[in-house]
C-alpha cells in the first residue's frame, strides 16, 4: 500500500516557549536530535510512521501527524487556528523549570476552552492561575493525553530534578503516562527504552480512539436501528 493512502492522527504539541518542544517533536519523528534549535513561530508540522498494535494480528501502519505549536505569549489570540482537527495532545514541560510544569494547566485549559466553542480567553488564565491545578476541576478533558519533562541533564546538573522525580500534578489529575527524557541523547527513545514504549502505547491509543472506538460505536448504533 502506499504510504500516501494511509490514515492519520494529528497530535498537538503545546508548552512554554523554549521548553523544548521542537527537539522532542524532531528526536521522536526521526529518532535524532535536533541540531539547530530556533524558537517556532505560528506551528511546525513533522511526521512520522508507526505501526498500531505492532507485533499483534490488528497491526496496522498509521502516519503520525505532530502539530508543533509556538509557544510565544504574544501569540496566544491566534494560535487556536492550529487547534483543530485534533486526535491527542503532548504536552511539554522543562524539568529544570518549574513554571513550565504549572503552566501546563493553563495550555489544556486554553485547548478545551477553544474545543468547547467558548471563544473569550480569559487572560488570568495566565497571568493568575500559573501553577495551580484548582481550576482544572471542571475541565472535562475527552482526548488522549501524554506529559513529556525535557531538558532532563539539565535539571540534574542543578539539582532541579531530585532522585526520584515525581509525576507531575497534571499527570496525576488525569492518571496519564509521563516520559522524562533528554532531547539531545537519542538513545532516549531508542526502540525497547520506558519513553518508547510510552510513546507507542500513547500513539495506539489516539489511533484507537479516533478509528477503532468510533467504528465500534457506529456498529453499535446500527444494530439498535
Known amino acids: 500500500m502506499s504510504t500516501t493512502t494511509l490514515d492519520r492522527v494529528r497530535i498537538l504539541v503545546l508548552g512554554d516557549s523554549g521548553v523544548g518542544k521542537s527537539s522532542l517533536v524532531h528526536l521522536m519523528a526521526y529518532g535524532q536530535p535536533l541540531q539547530q534549535i530556533s524558537y ?10 508507526h505501526e498500531y498494535k505492532e507485533g499483534t494480528p490488528t497491526q496496522r501502519t498509521f502516519w503520525i501527524e505532530f502539530c508543533d505549536v509556538g509557544g510565544t505569549h504574544a501569540h496566544r489570540n491566534v494560535r487556536h487556528v492550529f487547534y483543530a482537527n485534533t486526535h491527542g495532545i503532548i504536552l511539554v514541560h522543562d524539568l529544570s523549570n518549574k ?30 492561575q500559573s501553577g495551580s491545578s484548582d481550576h482544572l476541576d471542571t475541565i472535562d478533558v475527552n482526548i488522549p493525553l501524554l506529559v513529556v519533562g525535557t ?22 489529575e488525569y492518571l496519564t503516562e509521563e516520559i522524562q527524557l533528554n532531547c539531545q541523547d537519542e538513545r532516549s527513545v531508542m526502540a ?21 472506538r468510533r467504528d465500534v460505536k457506529a456498529a453499535s448504533e446500527r444494530r439498535r436501528l
Request: with cysteine; hydrophobic share 35%; glycine share 4%.
Open 192 to 212: 525497547g527504552s520506558s519513553a518508547s514504549n510510552k510513546l507507542c502505547r500513547f500513539f495506539d491509543k489516539v489511533i484507537d480512539k479516533q478509528f477503532y
Open 40 to 49: 517556532t513561530i505560528g506551528a511546525a508540522i513533522e511526521v512520522k510512521l
Open 99 to 128: 513554571k513550565s510544569q504549572g503552566n501546563l494547566t493553563n495550555w489544556l485549559r486554553e485547548f478545551m476552552d477553544r474545543e468547547s466553542g467558548n471563544a473569550k480567553l480569559r487572560e488570568s488564565t495566565w497571568e493568575d
Open 151 to 172: 531538558k532532563q541533564d539539565v535539571a540534574s546538573e542543578t539539582h532541579a530534578l531530585p532522585l526520584h522525580q515525581k509525576r507531575s500534578f497534571i499527570a496525576e
